[in-house]
C-alpha cells in the first residue's frame, strides 16, 4: 500500500512570496489533515478536509493560508504572503475516518525555511 | 483547554538501556491515545493506541500503558537500540468534537552506543 506523498520535500523563499504544497492521501482515505510542526513542538493541525468539504479550519491563518482538496483526493497548501514565523515542517496526514476514530497516516513533511 | 503534557523533553540513553516516557493529559471525554515515533525528517508513525479499558499494549519492545483515572500514561522501551532515537509524541483523542486530538510537543530520544 503506498503511503502519503508530499511535495516538495524542502522549500526555500524569501519573505512576502508565496510556496504552494501538494498532497496525495491513500487511496481510499476520506479524511485529509495538514499540519504544521515547529522545531521542537508537536504537530499542529492547520486543516481536516472530510472528502472535499472543510471539516475544521480554526487553527489556519485564513489571511495567509489557503488549503483546496478538488475531487476529494489530493490537496494544495499555499501560503502568500509568507512571514519568517512560518517556518517549519508541514505535514499532511489521512485517514480512513476523521480524527480520533482512526488512525492518521502521515507524510513524510515539506520543510520550509523562509528567509 | 485539552492540553497533554510530556516528560520530559529531551532523553540520552545507552544502547541496551530501558526508559520510560511520560504523557499527562486533560483531555474529556477521552477517546483514544495514541503514541508516535518521528525519526528525524519523517512523518511520525503510529506504534500503539489504547481506548479507556485497555491499560496496557505491547509493540515489540515498545509497551504502553494507560491510567485513566489519573489521566496518565507512558511508553516504556526495552533493551534500547540505536534506532530508537527519535521523536515519541503522544497524541489523546477526545470522544466529543468530532473526536478531535491533542498532540503533545513529544520527547527526544537519544540512544548512545
Known amino acids: 500500500e503506498a503511503g502519503v506523498a508530499q511535495s516538495p520535500r524542502y522549500k526555500i523563499i524569501e519573505k512576502r512570496q508565496s510556496v504552494a504544497f501538494w498532497c496525495n492521501p491513500i487511496?481510499?482515505?476520506?479524511?485529509l489533515y495538514w499540519y504544521q510542526q515547529i522545531l521542537g513542538q508537536g504537530p499542529k493541525l492547520l486543516i481536516q478536509f472530510q472528502n472535499n468539504g472543510v471539516v475544521d479550519d480554526s487553527q489556519l491563518p485564513k489571511d495567509r493560508f489557503s488549503a483546496e482538496r478538488l475531487k476529494g483526493v489530493d490537496s494544495t497548501l499555499k501560503i502568500q504572503p509568507a512571514k519568517l514565523e512560518d517556518s517549519a515542517v508541514y505535514l499532511c496526514?489521512?485517514?480512513?475516518?476523521?480524527?480520533?476514530?482512526?488512525?492518521?497516516?502521515f507524510g513524510p513533511g515539506t520543510r520550509l525555511t523562509v528567509t | 483547554k485539552n492540553q497533554v503534557e510530556q516528560s520530559p523533553q529531551s532523553l540520552i540513553i545507552l544502547e541496551g538501556k530501558n526508559c520510560t516516557l511520560q504523557?499527562?493529559?486533560?483531555?474529556?471525554?477521552?477517546?483514544?491515545l495514541r503514541w508516535y515515533k518521528q525519526d528525524t525528517g519523517r512523518g511520525p508513525v503510529s506504534l500503539t493506541i489504547?481506548?479507556?479499558?485497555?491499560n496496557t499494549k505491547s509493540n515489540g519492545r515498545y509497551t504502553a500503558t494507560l491510567d485513566a483515572d489519573t489521566k496518565q500514561s507512558s511508553l516504556h522501551i526495552t533493551a534500547s537500540q540505536l534506532s530508537d532515537s527519535a521523536s515519541y509524541i503522544c497524541v489523546v483523542s477526545g470522544s466529543t468534537n468530532a473526536g478531535k486530538s491533542t498532540f503533545g510537543d513529544g520527547t527526544t530520544l537519544t540512544v548512545k552506543p
Open positions: 489504547m481506548t479507556f479499558s485497555e
Open positions: 487511496s481510499g482515505h476520506a479524511t
Open positions: 496526514a489521512s485517514s480512513l475516518r476523521g480524527q480520533g476514530a482512526s488512525q492518521q497516516y
Open positions: 504523557c499527562n493529559y486533560t483531555v474529556s471525554p477521552f477517546s483514544n
